[in-house]
């Protein structure tokens, strides 16, 4: 039996699909274990087929992986119901151990719980980043964590030169203006501090949540997307042999599939979708290696993010 991200990421393929060709392709079956493939068809005779795979070796970390089966598990088994996706940032885990575990599907649970079919949110893990001031002169953040992409902005809102140790947050919230506001809490505190002075403020981890719009194959309960913590899915050298891998256990797992459009999906972590980069892995291979998969698109933190897509 195919696993439960994998049909729910080829559910989110199919749907986007469907939306651009206008045609209302719905999953129908599935086949397969190592690479399955899904069959989706349109009320025209049309017929489209995936292989769908995710960018990540689960082997590669046990403990994260059994913490993460575990998790699948108690979430599915709560009050919440229906087809639910935890999309877990980069080098980042589920907990695996309580009292943390019962804490976190308290909140999954909480942010799911008012979601609609086909809508999103945020799970808000309590963390905290620590301040401190260097030094009186300059107007500098140097930025550890995962606010560091975000340096700039927070140097515009301090005087002086500060330190800012984030490594607590793996995924800052995707909405500007909650950063923002977070980045001006930071200045506000930072305006009273003395050179050597520390301090800590409240922030939150924030992971993305989706309740998909219905059950695909009639599979329900939650899925959690996660790759080995310890792994960085975004180094070139890992992402270009597991891409040139599963676009080779696509080819041979669709050969002989009639359908009137094949194509690959990638399950990939990024820590928003819009800054995934498999599309520049897939074009630096030779074309021989995608010939014959006309689409090919990632799933990343809830959206589909297309590399080729047939002429319609």
């Not at 403990?63 to 599915?76: G, V």
């Not at 575990?101 to 799911?112: H, I, P, T």
């Not at 059950?215 to 899925?223: D, K, M, N, S, Y």
Request: charged share 25%; proline share 6%.
């Amino acid at each position: 039996m195919a696993e439960r991200l994998l049909t729910y990421a080829a559910s989110m393929l199919v749907d986007w699909y469907a939306a651009r060709s206008g045609q209302a392709y719905r999953l129908t079956s599935v086949s397969g274990d190592a690479t399955p493939v899904y069959i989706a068809e349109a009320p025209d005779g049309g017929r489209l087929s995936l292989s769908m795979a995710a960018l990540w070796e689960p082997e590669s970390d046990a403990k994260a992986e059994d913490a993460r089966q575990m998790m699948e598990e108690r979430l599915s088994a709560g009050n919440v119901r229906g087809p639910h996706v935890v999309w877990v940032p980069p080098q980042a885990s589920v907990p695996g151990e309580e009292p943390n575990m019962s804490e976190f599907v308290m909140r999954a649970q909480l942010a799911a719980a008012t979601l609609h079919p086909a809508e999103r949110a945020e799970i808000e893990l309590p963390v905290k980043i620590h301040l401190q001031k260097a030094r009186e002169e300059g107007g500098y953040a140097n930025v550890t964590g995962g606010l560091s992409r975000f340096w700039t902005e927070i140097t515009d809102r301090v005087n002086g030169t500060f330190n800012v140790y984030s490594k607590p947050i793996h995924r800052a919230p995707h909405s500007e203006q909650a950063r923002a506001a977070l980045f001006d809490r930071v200045g506000e505190r930072a305006k009273d501090m003395q050179l050597g002075d520390a301090a800590e403020l409240d922030a939150a981890d924030c992971w993305t949540v989706q309740r998909l719009p219905e059950e695909p194959l009639g599979e329900t309960g939650f899925a959690v997307a996660q790759a080995p913590p310890r792994v960085d899915t975004a180094e070139g050298a890992l992402m270009r042999r597991l891409v040139r891998a599963r676009l080779r256990e696509a080819s041979a797992a669709l050969e002989g599939v009639e359908a009137s459009v094949k194509g690959v999906g990638f399950v990939a972590i990024y820590e928003y979708a819009e800054y995934e980069n498999v599309g520049s892995f897939v074009k630096s291979l030779s074309p021989s290696a995608y010939a014959g998969l006309p689409l090919i698109a990632v799933v990343v933190d809830g959206e589909v993010r297309p590399i080729f897509v047939p002429r319609i």
